[in-house]
């Protein structure tokens, strides 16, 4: 059986945008437009021949329309690779895994039953270093 990873979307697959995330995150069209992380999807396709790789991200109560444009951005960058395999939650620690690649250890990432990949640090600082951990 394959091991699960999980992959956090925003400040991991996909870029943050530009200007105050508190102002732009009840924005619409905000979540969709957002750019890849370089080398994101390139990495999802790679890790997606070795491992069961889902998408965890928690979108923005307060903005309904976030929950509808994640599930786009997912289709536009990642296509088949990741077909339904997006779980939005408040509560990442709930989804079972191996891994989960994550920038923060918030909404349960804390918890989470598997190893914690933190996205950015001096280990991970980019997609190559977690592609070298994880092939
Ligand atoms: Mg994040």
Redesign the pocket.
């Known amino acids: 059986m394959k091991k699960i990873v999980l992959i956090?979307?925003?400040?991991?697959l996909a870029e943050?945008g530009e200007g105050p995330f508190s102002e732009n995150k009840n924005k619409k069209g905000f979540f969709l437009n957002n750019k890849p992380i370089e080398g994101a999807i390139k990495a999802f396709k790679e890790l997606s021949a070795k491992y069961d790789c889902y998408i965890v991200?928690?979108p923005v109560w307060s903005n309904p329309h976030c929950w509808m444009e994640k599930r786009l951005w997912v289709e536009k960058h990642l296509g088949l690779e990741a077909y339904k395999r997006l779980i939005l939650t408040h509560n990442k620690d709930l989804v079972k895994g191996d891994y989960i690649i994550?920038?923060?250890k918030?909404y349960g990432v804390d918890k989470f039953e598997g190893e914690h990949i933190m996205?950015g640090n001096q280990y991970f600082k980019n997609w190559d270093n977690v592609l070298e951990y994880l092939k």
Do not use: A, H, R
């Open positions: 956090d979307m925003d400040g991991v943050l991200s928690t994550d920038d923060t918030n996205f």
